[in-house]
């Protein structure tokens, strides 16, 4: 139902079209019985046909209000007290005790039952009762004694009022299987989402167990190597079975295995930041551009005369976590230093309302053939080139991420690849 003001609404309901439906098949019957046996009209055909002539059209013109959905009168509750005192009338006229509008009194308080609520039913079908029994006793017959007649009134007060309370019961019974099935409904359905909730969260749990797990698999794979190479130096080192030429490369070999290790341990650091981890935890505070360039290249071991340093504007300052910086910044000035050869390793850093950009750009193979423009939010992955990088790229990866900064890499004109980053930043 869709509510238009206090005293009018418009049904949409298939049960009230019904109740359109079945007052104006009553109106019907009644005509075609008053043709059939003039006699139902005791004597008063006028009168009862302009009953029926006045009831039908009021029937007619409740019936096409229903079907243009139209607002209705009054209220249905208000139709059910119209329909029972015509029928009242209806009774007292046409011999009272003997009336063939009696048997439409069920129906009042049925309508009145299921409108008004149990209550208010019994108390209206209660009210039709004794409105029947004044017309039995004003409109009968004057052969039908007075006693018959207040017995037909009682009987039909009686039958009306069982009928009233007969319908309580039955609406209360549907209303508590309707309860009843509205909370099996949102039981399954929350069973249901408890369900899918459970199963994305099991979803989720197995991704990031195997997430953990390859990151595992890669930590493993890249300490084995260093690990061996010192395992089998340290042996032959400690068992002097070096000359000392080859105790020497020994040693230098020591030294860049211990250093590479240091740089994955640092690794490893870093992404415990990005988890929030408090191991490592530095919280931003200002640096000088320039100053980090050449702090990234020197960690980098790119040499003086490779690098190639750019400032924009020059002398500035930014506020920012300078670990995870510089650490996004090695690794990936690592990565150009080691496939440029003896070419420069150039480093751009600029920042301008708020954005640090800062590109790295080598003249190594630059991409494998496919992977040009390959671009992921908060991230990259790059495939082969992942391989070649050990953990730089990965931690550079989590790193970006951790910032909610942007990285693309892409091929350099000339050849070579250009790797571009974006972060914003607080103002120094």
Known sequence: MEVYGPWTRRSDSAEERAAVVIRAAVVAAVGLALVIGPELARGRPGVVWTIVAGTALYAAALLVTEWAERPLPVRPAVLTVIDGLLVLVACGLTGGADSIFVAVLPLIAIAMSLRAGPVVGRLGALGVGIGFTVACVLGSDADVPPAERLLTGAWWSGFLVAAAVLVGVLARMLERQLVVAAESRARAVAEHEKLVSERELRARLVAAQRARLDGVRVVLHEFRTPVASLTALTADLAAGRLSPS????????????????????????????????????????????????????DAAAVAPARRRITVEPPGAVVRCDPQRLRRVLTNLAENAARHSGDAPVELALSHVDGILTAQVRDRGPGLPPGQEGVVTSKGVAIGERRGTAGLGLWIVEALVGAMNGELELRPRTGGGLVAHLTLPLDPA
Request: charge should be negative; proline fraction near 4%; aromatic fraction near 0%.
């Open 246 to 297: 080859a105790a020497d490369s020994a040693i230098r070999l020591l030294a860049e295995h211990a250093v590479h290790l240091r740089d994955m341990l640092e690794g490893l650091a870093d992404l415990a930041v990005r988890d929030g981890s408090p191991l490592g935890r530095v919280t931003d505070r200002p640096v000088v551009l320039a100053e980090l360039a050449e702090a990234v290249l």
